[in-house]
C-alpha cells in the first residue's frame, strides 16, 4: 500500500491537525470576509494615495496574493514590506496595513510604531498580541483573526483568514471590485475542489497526492506568470517549512533572460530538478508563447517537467484553485519526505538567538 493511501499513517501525520487546516480554506474565506464586512470604523479611510502592506512570513502572503491577482485594477501605488522599517514616503497620505497573524511579530510591530509617528493611516489584522494592545490604545481599527478554522495554529495554512478579511477591506476602500457574491460563488468552488483532494482518496484519484509523488526527491522549479506570481512564492514557503525541502520559483519572462543557460551544471543538482509550470488561459497571447517555447527549451536539455493548466474566466478562482491545490501538494510531500508539518527547528532557533 502506498503511504498516502495509508490511512493509519495520515491520521498519524495529522496529530497537529494540518489537513483539517488546509480543508478549512473556503471557511476561513467566508468567515473572515463576513466578519470584516460587518466593521465600519473606516469614515476617514477613503483619502489616501498609496498603499503599503508589512507582514513577514505566512502573515504577508494573502496580501502579496491579492496584489498579484488585482495588479492591473489597483491604481494606486502597492507596496510590500518585509523588513524593520517603512519606506520614507509614508506620511499622512499612505494607508498602512499591518498583518501579523501571532501580533508579535518584531519588525511588524515595529513598523507599526512607525507608521503611528508619520501620522499615516493604519489598520491592522493579528489574532492578538502587542499589535492589538497597540491598535486598541491609539484607537486604531483592527480586524482581530478568528483562529476557529486554523486548528493546526500554522500561519502559511491558514490563508484564508487573512485573505477574506483583506478582500473585504480592499471592496469597502474600492480598491478592487468584489462583492459577497463572488466570494460565496469561490468559496463553493473550493468546497467542490477540495473533495478530490481529501486524505481519504486514494492516490490514483487524487491529484494532489500525484503531484506530491511527482516532486518527491526532486528539486522543485515552481513557475507562472502575471497574476499568478504570488501563488508560486506561497507554495515555496510551504513546501520549505512544512516538507523541509528545497525549492526555488521564477516568473515568466524574467526566467527567459537567464535562467535557461543555467540548467547545465552542477550535474548533481541539474538531475534532480523538475519544473512544475502553472499555465492559465488568462494569460496574454506572448505569455503562452513564452510558455510553450520555455517547455520546449527545457524538452531539449532533458529537463523533466510537469504543465498544470487550468481554463477558468476568473483571476481570483484560478489562483484559489492553485492555492488549494499546492497546500494539499506540500502537506502529502511532507509525508513523503517523513518529516513534521508543523515543526520549525531552525527558524525557532534563530529566533531564540536573535532574542539573546
Known sequence: MKILD?????????????????????????QSWDEM?????????????NLVVCGMGGSNLATELIRSIYNTDIKIPYILVRNYNLPEFVNNKTLVIISSYSGNTEEIVNCLKEAISKKAKVFCFASG??????????KIPFYQINTDYNPSNQPRYAIGLQL????????????????????????????????????????????AKKLALE??????????????????????NQINESAKNLAQYYSIPELNHHLLEGLK???????????????????????????????????????????YSINSDSKLLTALEILLLGSWTSYYLTILNGQNPTAIPYVDFFKKELAK
Open 6 to 30: 495509508d490511512l493509519k499513517t495520515l491520521k498519524r501525520y495529522n496529530k497537529s491537525k494540518v489537513a483539517d487546516t488546509i480543508s478549512f480554506l473556503p471557511d476561513q474565506i467566508n
Open 37 to 49: 464586512s460587518k466593521i465600519k470604523a473606516l469614515k476617514n479611510y477613503n483619502n489616501f494615495q
Open 129 to 138: 498580541g502587542k499589535i492589538i494592545s497597540i491598535a486598541k490604545k491609539n
Open 164 to 207: 477574506g478579511a483583506i478582500l473585504a477591506l480592499f471592496s469597502k476602500l474600492k480598491l478592487i471590485k468584489i462583492n459577497n457574491q463572488d466570494i460565496k460563488q469561490s468559496c463553493e468552488y473550493l468546497s467542490i475542489l477540495n473533495q478530490s483532494f481529501l486524505p481519504e482518496i486514494n492516490s490514483s484519484n487524487n491529484f
Open 215 to 236: 516532486l518527491q526527491d526532486q528539486l522543485p522549479i515552481l513557475v507562472s506568470a502575471d497574476f499568478l506570481t504570488a501563488n508560486i512564492h506561497i507554495l515555496n
Open 265 to 307: 551544471l552542477p550535474n548533481l543538482i541539474t538531475s534532480k530538478i523538475k519544473f512544475l509550470f502553472f499555465n492559465s488561459n488568462l494569460y496574454s497571447d506572448i505569455i503562452k508563447k513564452r510558455f510553450y517555447v520555455t517547455e520546449k527549451v527545457l524538452k531539449n536539455q532533458k529537463i523533466k517537467f510537469i504543465d
